[in-house]
């Protein structure tokens, strides 16, 4: 595969179209026969499928590439967004706005009830999960692919919002270029992708089999500073995800210079030693999570119960590689999927306000989140668990 990658793969990179592109990683259990390819001169990541594969399959929480879309995660980090839309989107005039992804319409709602509205396009793939908001006053709902609708109008909407989208765009080039030619001059945008976090504490596969894309902060940040887009704001990009509000500044998307899109030797030496500790990282931790497993097993051997806060992909972990399965002295705690989901892996969920129903004196608690710990410890900190756990800490009773 590595002689031939140009020819089987890919041949140009979607952001640059440089043929200096290398075969770098094999996403672990791909359903999609995935395989990521990285562009050496301006740092893109792509997912190429390699086997024939279902469209939109079943959601799941898997800890590995096979994970598939539950669509929620626009809702769950919607909370992240506020104070931003608040201050670049509202407007004493009317707007018109583009939701490239509209998803379950968490932004719609938002925008309705903070918004002086005179128009909303929102265009989304799923129709099934657009019931709640697809009779709205003012909305114009499109059902289809932002790619593949050909008669947007241009140089027209006022807002653009597009989160946790680009990384599953065809061509994530495409889909900016044309956000941007939606958009008016001085019109504003608010872009949210996942970020290649690179953590030391990494035990989840990022490179999952929905996303085609995966950006690198520096070269997404490099390939916009190219474009006719001026950054307003940007995050620290700490957290799991990146956050961008841009505004259109001129008409012409990119104007390909000498060096066009391309980054330095030591900043493309810096993301490839970035994904070889990752997968290090991986491997190492994904060691610890079976002896946390084994562990936990241990407490279950003496009677005791044990609780799991995050019923996500590190409790995929968890329970895959340790083999725990469905007991009665397991209870499986979540503050978000009871609301879409009865189970997870065979596990009945549990709203964390049920706690109080099955906890007792000798009970131990675990927390299979990273995201979510320091708020998951606060709130848990009500009740009187024996101990309380997370992913690193030492287990011993």
């Known amino acids: 595969m590595m002689l031939s990658i140009k020819n089987k793969l890919k041949s140009a990179c ?18 999609r026969g995935m395989e990521v390819v990285f562009c050496n001169d301006c740092g893109l990541f792509e997912s190429i499928s390699t086997t024939p594969y279902k469209s939109r399959p079943p959601g799941n929480l898997s800890c590995d590439a096979d994970r598939s879309s539950l669509k929620i995660t626009k809702g769950l980090t919607f909370v992240n967004y506020k104070a931003l839309l608040e201050e670049y989107f509202i407007s ?36 099934l999960i657009t019931e709640d908001y697809a009779k709205n006053n003012n909305l114009d709902l499109i059902i289809g692919r932002f790619e593949e609708i050909h008669d947007l109008k241009v140089n027209y909407y006022d ?42 504490d990494a035990l989840v596969e990022y490179f999952i089999d929905p996303h085609t894309f995966h950006f690198d902060s520096f070269a997404l940040e490099n390939f916009i500073k190219k474009t006719g887009f001026e950054i307003l704001h940007k995050n620290d990009h700490e957290h799991f995800e990146s956050i961008y509000v841009l505004k259109k500044t001129s008409n012409v998307f990119y104007k390909e210079t000498d060096e066009g899109l391309k980054l330095g030797k030591k900043a493309i030496e810096r993301i490839i030693n970035d994904l070889n500790k990752y997968k290090t990282y991986l491997t190492i931790n994904r060691k610890h999570v079976n002896k946390d497993a084994v562990e936990l097993k241990a407490i279950l051997a003496k009677k005791k119960k044990v609780i799991f806060w995050g019923a996500g992909c590190i409790f995929d972990a968890i329970r895959k590689f340790g083999n725990i399965t469905p007991r009665d002295d397991i209870f499986l705690v979540d503050k978000y999927l009871p609301a879409n ?40 900190s009500v009740y009187n668990f024996k101990r309380i756990f997370c992913f690193g800490d030492k287990i011993n009773v």
């Open 14 to 31: 979607d952001f640059c179209s440089s043929s200096n592109i290398s075969h770098v990683y094999t996403p672990i259990r791909s359903k």
């Open 341 to 380: 989901l009865d189970q997870v892996s065979g596990f009945k969920l549990y709203y964390p306000d049920e706690i109080i129903n099955f906890i007792d004196d000798e009970s131990y608690l675990y927390i299979a989140s990273k995201d979510y710990k320091e708020e998951i410890v606060k709130e848990a």
């Open 92 to 127: 004493s005039d009317a707007v018109k706005i583009i939701d490239i992804g509209s998803n379950r319409g968490t932004f719609v709602e938002w925008a309705e009830s903070n918004l002086n509205i005179k128009e909303i396009t929102a265009i989304e793939t799923d129709v």
């Open 159 to 200: 807002r653009a919002y597009c989160v946790h989208t680009l990384e599953h765009a065809t061509s994530a080039f495409l889909m900016l270029n044309k956000i941007y030619d939606c958009l008016n001059l001085n019109g504003i945008f608010f872009l949210a992708v996942p970020n290649l976090n690179w953590s030391d």
